[in-house]
Nanobody, 127 residues
Framework: QVQLVESGGGLVQPGGSLRLSCAASGRTFSNYGMGWFRQAPGKEREFAAA????????RYADSVKGRFTISRDNAKNTVYLQMNSLKPEDTAAYYCAAGSFLGDDYISTRQSRYAYWGQGTQVTVSS
């Protein structure tokens, strides 16, 4: 089992920044690819960003590319999502997820490939 706990959400004005953290425990963190997904009110959960287990590869949804940066610190068992230039449409509950994939640089954007999920942290972008 892998336990994931997100933090760092909150209320921010448009154009502002937030950094989300996801702390993992239970099994060897560096064995898992990590992803951030988000779910806006009334919408389905969608992919936002992912990082390979080595940290060497990343992928972003087109809607966040150039504004969000995913990173991980395997020594601290933590994955981060730096969010800049936030827009009202970024308002959502953000979830981190862990998946066991073959290959140090493999990434998946598919929710079904992630076996472990955190409880989510709310991000609200509003003036």
């Amino acid at each position: 089992q892998v336990q994931l706990v997100e933090s760092g959400g909150g209320l921010v004005q448009p154009g502002g920044s937030l950094r989300l953290s996801c702390a993992a425990s239970g099994r060897t963190f560096s064995n898992y690819g990590m992803g951030w997904f988000r779910q806006a009110p009334g919408k389905e959960r969608e992919f936002a960003a992912a990082v390979s287990r080595s940290g060497g590869s990343t992928r972003y949804a087109d809607s966040v590319k150039g504004r969000f940066t995913i990173s991980r610190d395997n020594a601290k068992n933590t994955v981060y999502l730096q969010m800049n230039s936030l827009k009202p449409e970024d308002t959502a509950a953000y979830y981190c997820a862990a998946g066991s994939f073959l290959g140090d640089d493999y990434i998946s954007t598919r929710q079904s490939r992630y076996a472990y999920w955190g409880q989510g942290t709310q991000v609200t972008v509003s003036s």
